[in-house]
C-alpha cells in the first residue's frame, strides 16, 4: 500500500501490511507536530549538546592535507559523539519523539549492533525499556555489541530466520511492531524503511550538515567544494548533504562499500549494481539476484553491509544531484591505515571509503578548493578485523 507522502522522485512510499499503517500514521502525525514544537526542539537540542557532545568539531586536517598536495580538507567529528558514531543523533531523536508520544518500550534492528548499542543507551537514559533484534550470524559476530546492549538494559533477540543477518532482523523487528504498536516505538536505525521513517531519521541527522556549514563559513568564510560521506542506508551521508543541496557548487558524493569488486558478487555497493524494487517498506534500489529476490551482499564494514540504500539517495543519484563512488575492502583498510598513520586519528572502517574517496581526488583539485569528509565513527571496534585483514591475529 502506497501514497503520495513520502515520495522522492518514484522512490519511498509505504509498502506495508494494513496492520502495520495505524502504527506509521500515529508516528507521523505525532511527528509533523513535534517538529515544529518549540520544546520538542529545545530539548532535543539539550540532549545533543549536553549528553552527546555537540556539535562535533569539523577539524582541518593539515598533515594530509599537505601531504596529498591539493584540496584543503576538513573532517566532520562524528566520531567523538557519545557512542562513537553519528547514530545518536537519530536515536536521541526518535527516542524523545517515542516518549512525547507516550510509548514506554523502544525496539530496534541491529546488523553489526552499532545501532542496537546506541539505541540501549537513549533507551537507558530516558527509562525506557528495549528489545534488539538480531541475527543470529551477527550476534556471533559481533558478541561484544551484544554484552553492551545487555549491560546497558536491553533484551537482545537472535533473529535465525533467513540468513540470520540485518535484512532479517529488520523483517522481525517490523512484525514485532505490527504486533504490539500501543506501547511501543520501533527506532529505524537508517534513512530507509516506510515513510516516515526516511524523513524522521533524515531531519535528525541533519544537524551534521547544519553544524558543517556554519563552521566551515566561520572558517573559510566559503561553502565547501566536496562533501563525502560514506553510504550505508545513508543517514551520515544525507545528514551531511541536506543543508547543502539547494547550494549547485557543492558537490555531494557518496562512497558505496564495493566490497571485493563491483564485478564480483561480494559487494554492497547498490547504486553501482543494484535495481528498482520494494523492500522493507520502500521502493528504492536494492541488490537482487536474477529473480528479484535481495541478494546476499558483502563488505568488510558490517555498518555498510545493507542490500539496499534510502529513497532520497536513489532520487539524488536519480537526478544527478549527488553522485555515488564505489570503495573496495581494500582501499578502504589502506584509507584506515593512512588517517590513523597522518592524523592520529583512527576511523570506522565504513567511514574509511569516504576517506579513499577523498585522498584518490584531492590531488588533482587546486590548493583553494576545499572537501569536507564525515567521520562517521571511530575504528575502535574494527582494529581486531583490519589486523587479521592483514593477517595478524589479536585477541579482542
Ligand atoms: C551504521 C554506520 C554507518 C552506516 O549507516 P548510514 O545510515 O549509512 O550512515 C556508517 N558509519 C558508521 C560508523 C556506522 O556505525
Same mark, same amino acid.
Request: hydrophobic share 40%.
Given at each position: 500500500m502506497s501514497n503520495s507522502r513520502g515520495r522522492f522522485g518514484i522512490h519511498g512510499g509505504q509498502?506495508?501490511? /494494513?496492520?502495520?499503517?495505524n502504527a506509521v500514521i500515529e508516528l507521523e502525525k505525532a511527528y509533523d507536530f513535534y517538529k515544529n514544537d518549540a520544546d520538542f526542539n529545545s530539548e532535543l537540542t539539550r540532549l545533543f549538546n549536553e549528553y552527546a557532545g555537540r556539535p562535533s568539531r569539523l577539524y582541518y586536517a593539515e598533515r594530509m592535507t599537505q601531504d596529498l598536495h591539493g584540496a584543503k580538507i576538513y573532517l566532520k567529528r562524528e566520531d567523538l559523539?557519545?557512542? #562513537? @558514531?553519528?547514530?545518536?543523533?537519530?536515536?536521541?531523536g526518535q527516542a524523545l519523539l517515542a516518549k512525547k508520544m507516550g510509548k514506554t518500550r523502544l525496539i530496534a534492528e541491529t546488523g553489526a549492533g552499532q545501532h542496537g548499542v546506541a539505541t540501549a543507551t537513549a533507551a537507558a537514559l530516558m527509562g525506557m525499556s528495549c528489545v534488539v533484534f538480531m541475527g543470529e550470524e551477527d550476534t556471533k559476530r559481533q558478541a561484544l555489541n551484544v554484552y553492551k546492549m545487555r549491560l546497558l538494559g536491553a533484551e537482545v533477540v537472535s533473529v535465525k530466520s533467513g540468513t540470520g543477518t540485518l535484512k532479517d532482523a529488520v523483517s522481525q523487528a517490523m512484525r514485532e511492531?505490527?504486533?504490539? &504498536? *500501543?506501547?511501543?516505538?520501533?527506532?529505524? #536505525? *537508517?534513512?530507509? #524503511?516506510p515513510h516516515p521513517f526516511p524523513t524522521i531519521v533524515r531531519d535528525f541527522q541533519a544537524v551534521i550538515s547544519r553544524e558543517i556549514k556554519s563552521q566551515i563559513l566561520e572558517r573559510e568564510g566559503k561553502l565547501p567544494d566536496f562533501v563525502i560521506a560514506c553510504v550505508g542506508g545513508g543517514s551520515n551521508a544525507i545528514g551531511?548533504?541536506?543543508?547543502?543541496i539547494n547550494d549547485a557548487s557543492v558537490k555531494l558524493i557518496g562512497c558505496e562499500a564495493a566490497g571485493k569488486g563491483v564485478d564480483t558478487f561480494e559487494t554492497a555497493a547498490t547504486i553501482a549494481t543494484g535495481r528498482l524494487g520494494i523492500f522493507h517498506g520502500m521502493k528504492s534500489?536494492?541488490?537482487?539476484? /536474477?529473480?528479484?529476490?535481495? @541478494?546476499?551482499?558483502?563488505?568488510?564494514?558490517?555498518?555498510?553491509?545493507?542490500?539496499?540504500i534510502g529513497p532520497e539517495h536513489a532520487y539524488l543519484h536519480d537526478t544527478g544531484r549527488a553522485e555515488y563512488v564505489?570503495?573496495?575492502?581494500? /582501499?578502504?583498510?589502506?584509507?584506515?591505515?593512512?588517517?590513523?598513520?597522518?592524523?592520529?586519528? &583512527?576511523?570506522? &572502517? /565504513? *567511514? @574509511?571509503? @569516504?576517506?579513499?574517496?577523498?585522498?584518490?581526488?584531492?590531488g588533482k583539485l587546486s590548493r583553494e578548493k576545499i572537501i569536507v569528509i564525515t567521520i562517521s565513527g571511530r575504528g575502535d571496534k574494527d582494529c581486531a578485523a583490519i589486523a587479521r585483514y592483514r593477517g595478524e591475529n589479536i585477541s579482542e
Open positions: 509498502y506495508i501490511t /494494513e496492520t502495520l499503517m559523539n557519545h557512542t #562513537g @558514531a553519528h547514530k545518536i543523533n537519530n536515536v536521541l511492531w505490527t504486533s504490539r &504498536i *500501543s506501547d511501543t516505538h520501533y527506532c529505524l #536505525g *537508517s534513512v530507509m #524503511g551531511s548533504f541536506w543543508h547543502f534500489y536494492f541488490c537482487q539476484d /536474477e529473480y528479484g529476490q535481495i @541478494a546476499p551482499v558483502y563488505s568488510i564494514s558490517a555498518g555498510l553491509d545493507y542490500p539496499g564505489p570503495v573496495t575492502d581494500d /582501499e578502504a583498510v589502506q584509507a584506515f591505515e593512512y588517517l590513523s598513520r597522518i592524523e592520529g586519528i &583512527i576511523p570506522a &572502517i /565504513e *567511514s @574509511a571509503h @569516504a576517506v579513499f574517496h577523498a585522498m584518490k581526488i584531492a
